[in-house]
């Protein structure tokens, strides 16, 4: 065996020798092609600089994006902030923690307000604010302009009583006082985010070190291209015969993420190029790197993606950016380069080998000196934190699009205002959870149900009587296990709830609440047809006023009711009231055998609150378009 080896060793070898001279010729003509396009791209950019050559990507709706400096336009949902209306009491202690929490600055009486000011008014400052000398059984007031630059004044009185609320410039008396609404949910398209906008100003100087360091060294110098970050990124590729290092100024990324589509051709690079030059000539370098800070990808968290340094600050290190330090920033633009290998809570070690090298390239740029350096360096990574399990009011959300689709306001609103009142969505969602947990421990057909699992459903839903606005919309139990929306969309027997429209016809055709009715097992023949209605305990109770009948629920009385003043009649008055879903004209129907959607029945409960005045329900305050 090893004689055959040996006598064949030189046509191994001859073998050997032929195909490394083919996979130099290979190599050889690779590294031209990647030569010719490095020069055809440094050619075209050339052309576009020198003669302002005005290429077709150059659109309309580019340079509406770079005169709005808007380059990722969202939509942002917000619930209402804390707010105080009439008759309502009043925590001195909880208001001034409320405007605490919202970074409100207390001023003294005779200071003027600022956005974000509040301060507390004597009696006879009340007066002269409000231009009202009559003000009477007032004690204090208070009066702030929140940060969208809206002034609200509240009165209370001695009882710590909201006596009055104002709002305007000039003040005059509203409905409501608010400080600031709070962002609640972002969507860029369909895609859920979290992010917080902030100002160049806002972000620690380590964190915009530390980005340019790692990403674009040359950033300050360059006009948007940097020609010899091309070249050093295409020899090292070429030299490790893989896609190494990238060439992209911070200016080409924010282009290619937010003009461009994601493919990689030499026209897509071509334009990303041009466009980056073209934005550098609009924008300053403040304007660039504010923009990339904010719009930047830095992970993913359930649904939502999380952009920019502000959102990953909460998301990572639970602060606000502006608290972060030199170790935090490291790893931030560390995440950058990709947030899911450098995540801290994944991949620890490939995160605390990126904040090196971000350190090292701060330390080689004098940004940094070694005693930072060491001590950074040496700084633990932070610790995950808990998810919270309570759902944000995702039903609640949805009815909120379909109302703007309905306004067909989807696509051109940018800031949507809704009523929702956080905590008590939050106490809704509780108390929904917690009663059907009890009702699921005792009840045994439900024991069984949630064996064979069939869980129990409800819903809550919550409106101001005086607007319509709809401060609670709880679903179901769960949005993640169904997005079926029942307070919207799931139509059941309305039963007994439909009573009261059956008496109060019978009041407008003449009745009083002392109106007697003989509450007895009677017959209704209709359509050929007998029914008989029962009440819930089967027990009839003789001569009886409307009023008790109503107060007891009782079925027969109720039945007797409708049949004296006629279907018809009752029909008709709940449409006025707000029932849009068709309603028999059946005896049963007067018992509520009619199936109805829970939006409804709150839009007719409501009117009857407002003494039969009709609005319907809403979940938007105030909408803001781009424009």
Same mark, same amino acid.
């Given at each position: 065996?090893?004689?055959?080896?040996?006598?064949?060793?030189?046509?191994?070898?001859?073998?050997?020798?032929?195909?490394?001279?083919?996979?130099?010729?290979?190599?050889?003509?690779?590294?031209?092609?990647?030569?010719?396009?490095?020069?055809?791209?440094?050619?075209?950019?050339?052309?576009?600089?020198?003669? =302002?050559?005005?290429?077709?990507?150059?659109?309309?709706?580019?340079?509406? #994006? &770079?005169?709005?400096?808007?380059?990722?336009?969202?939509?942002?949902?917000?619930?209402?902030?804390?707010?105080?209306?009439?008759?309502?009491?009043?925590?001195?202690?909880?208001?001034?923690?409320?405007?605490?929490?919202?970074?409100?600055?207390?001023?003294?009486?005779?200071?003027?307000?600022?956005?974000?000011?509040?301060?507390?008014?004597? &009696?006879?400052?009340?007066?002269?604010?409000?231009?009202?000398?009559?003000?009477?059984?007032?004690?204090?007031?208070?009066?702030?302009?929140?940060?969208?630059?809206?002034?609200?004044?509240?009165?209370?009185?001695?009882?710590?009583?909201?006596?009055?609320?104002?709002?305007?410039?000039?003040?005059?008396?509203?409905?409501?006082?608010?400080?600031?609404?709070?962002?609640?949910?972002?969507?860029?398209?369909?895609?859920?985010?979290?992010?917080?906008?902030?100002?160049?100003?806002?972000?620690?100087?380590?964190?915009?070190?530390?980005?340019?360091?790692?990403?674009?060294?040359?950033?300050?110098?360059?006009?948007?291209?940097?020609?010899?970050?091309?070249?050093?990124?295409?020899? $090292?590729?070429?030299?490790?015969?893989?896609?190494?290092?990238?060439?992209?100024?911070?200016?080409?990324?924010?282009?290619?993420?937010?003009? &461009?589509?994601?493919?990689?051709?030499? $026209?897509?690079?071509?334009?990303?190029?041009?466009?980056?030059?073209?934005?550098?000539?609009?924008?300053?370098?403040?304007?660039?790197?504010?923009?990339?800070?904010?719009?930047?990808?830095?992970?993913?968290?359930?649904?939502?993606?999380?952009?920019?340094?502000?959102?990953?600050?909460?998301?990572?290190?639970?602060?606000?950016?502006?608290?972060?330090?030199?170790?935090?920033?490291?790893?931030?633009? =560390?995440?950058?380069?990709?947030?899911?290998?450098?995540?801290?809570? #994944?991949?620890?070690?490939?995160?605390?080998?990126?904040?090196?090298?971000?350190?090292?390239?701060? #330390?080689?740029?004098?940004?940094?000196?070694?005693?930072?350096?060491?001590?950074?360096?040496?700084?633990?990574?932070?610790?995950?934190?808990?998810?919270? =399990?309570?759902?944000?009011?995702?039903?609640?959300?949805?009815?909120?699009?379909?109302?703007?689709?309905?306004?067909?306001?989807?696509?051109?609103?940018?800031?949507?205002?809704?009523?929702?009142?956080?905590?008590?969505?939050?106490?809704?969602?509780?108390?929904?959870?917690?009663?059907?947990?009890?009702?699921?421990?005792?009840?045994?057909?439900?024991?069984?149900?949630?064996?064979?699992?069939?869980?129990?459903?409800?819903?809550?839903?919550?409106?101001?009587?005086?607007?319509?606005?709809?401060?609670? &919309?709880?679903?179901?139990?769960?949005? $993640?296990?169904?997005?079926?929306?029942?307070?919207?969309?799931?139509?059941?027997?309305?039963?007994?709830?439909? $009573?009261?429209?059956?008496?109060?016809?019978?009041?407008?055709?003449?009745?009083?609440?002392?109106?007697?009715?003989?509450?007895?097992?009677?017959?209704?023949?209709?359509?050929?047809?007998?029914?008989?209605?029962?009440?819930?305990?089967?027990?009839?109770?003789?001569?009886?006023?409307?009023?008790?009948?109503?107060?007891?629920?009782?079925?027969?009385?109720?039945?007797?009711?409708?049949?004296?003043?006629?279907?018809?009649?009752?029909?008709?008055?709940?449409?006025?009231?707000?029932?849009?879903?068709?309603?028999?004209?059946?005896?049963?129907?007067?018992?509520?055998?009619?199936?109805?959607?829970?939006?409804?029945?709150?839009?007719?409960?409501?009117?009857?609150?407002?003494?039969?005045?009709?609005?319907?329900?809403?979940?938007?305050?105030?909408?803001?378009?781009?424009?």
């Amino acid at each position: 065996v090893s004689f055959i080896i040996l006598c064949c060793m030189p046509l191994i070898c001859l073998q050997l020798k032929t195909i490394c001279q083919s996979l130099t010729t290979v190599l050889r003509i690779y590294l031209l092609f990647k030569w010719l396009r490095l020069n055809l791209i440094l050619s075209c950019l050339l052309a576009s600089q020198c003669f =302002a050559f005005d290429w077709p990507f150059s659109t309309e709706e580019f340079q509406k #994006k &770079l005169s709005s400096q808007d380059l990722t336009p969202s939509t942002r949902y917000y619930a209402r902030g804390p707010t105080f209306l009439t008759d309502q009491k009043w925590s001195e202690d909880a208001f001034q923690r409320q405007l605490q929490a919202q970074s409100y600055r207390i001023r003294q009486s005779d200071q003027i307000l600022l956005p974000g000011d509040a301060k507390k008014l004597t &009696l006879e400052s009340c007066r002269e604010a409000t231009h009202n000398t009559e003000l009477t059984d007032v004690s204090v007031c208070w009066t702030w302009q929140n940060h969208q630059n809206e002034i609200y004044l509240v009165a209370i009185n001695p009882q710590s009583i909201v006596h009055s609320t104002w709002a305007g410039e000039p003040l005059k008396p509203y409905w409501k006082a608010s400080l600031d609404p709070i962002l609640v949910a972002q969507y860029r398209g369909q895609q859920p985010v979290m992010q917080n906008e902030l100002k160049i100003s806002d972000f620690p100087v380590h964190c915009l070190n530390a980005t340019m360091a790692i990403e674009d060294s040359d950033f300050l110098e360059h006009s948007g291209v940097s020609y010899m970050g091309l070249t050093r990124s295409l020899f $090292k590729n070429v030299i490790q015969m893989r896609y190494a290092q990238g060439g992209s100024t911070i200016t080409q990324q924010v282009v290619k993420n937010y003009f &461009l589509t994601p493919e990689k051709t030499i $026209k897509r690079k071509l334009k990303e190029l041009y466009l980056a030059i073209k934005l550098e000539s609009e924008w300053s370098k403040d304007q660039i790197l504010e923009t990339y800070l904010n719009i930047i990808y830095m992970g993913q968290t359930g649904a939502f993606q999380v952009h920019g340094f502000g959102a990953a600050a909460q998301y990572y290190f639970n602060k606000p950016v502006q608290k972060l330090n030199l170790a935090e920033c490291a790893l931030s633009a =560390a995440i950058i380069n990709n947030a899911v290998i450098n995540n801290p809570w #994944k991949n620890s070690n490939k995160a605390m080998q990126r904040r090196h090298l971000v350190l090292t390239k701060m #330390k080689e740029l004098k940004l940094i000196n070694e005693l930072e350096f060491d001590i950074a360096d040496k700084e633990p990574l932070p610790l995950q934190k808990a998810l919270k =399990a309570s759902e944000t009011a995702p039903y609640f959300f949805e009815a909120v699009r379909q109302q703007l689709t309905d306004l067909k306001l989807m696509n051109s609103a940018t800031s949507i205002y809704t009523s929702l009142d956080l905590d008590a969505q939050q106490a809704a969602q509780s108390s929904l959870q917690k009663n059907i947990t009890e009702l699921e421990k005792n009840k045994k057909n439900l024991i069984k149900n949630k064996e064979k699992g069939l869980r129990l459903e409800g819903l809550v839903l919550l409106t101001e009587n005086q607007t319509g606005l709809v401060n609670v &919309l709880v679903g179901g139990q769960s949005f $993640k296990q169904t997005q079926f929306n029942r307070a919207l969309n799931g139509r059941r027997q309305v039963g007994s709830l439909i $009573k009261p429209f059956v008496y109060l016809a019978a009041l407008e055709e003449g009745s009083d609440p002392l109106t007697e009715i003989v509450d007895e097992k009677f017959v209704w023949e209709y359509d050929k047809k007998k029914w008989s209605p029962d009440n819930y305990d089967r027990k009839f109770h003789g001569t009886i006023p409307l009023y008790y009948a109503l107060k007891e629920s009782l079925n027969a009385s109720a039945a007797k009711t409708a049949q004296k003043v006629g279907l018809d009649k009752i029909i008709d008055l709940t449409y006025q009231a707000g029932f849009t879903s068709t309603v028999d004209a059946t005896p049963a129907s007067s018992l509520g055998a009619s199936v109805h959607y829970p939006i409804e029945v709150l839009d007719a409960y409501r009117s009857l609150s407002n003494f039969g005045r009709f609005t319907h329900s809403s979940f938007i305050e105030k909408i803001e378009g781009r424009d």
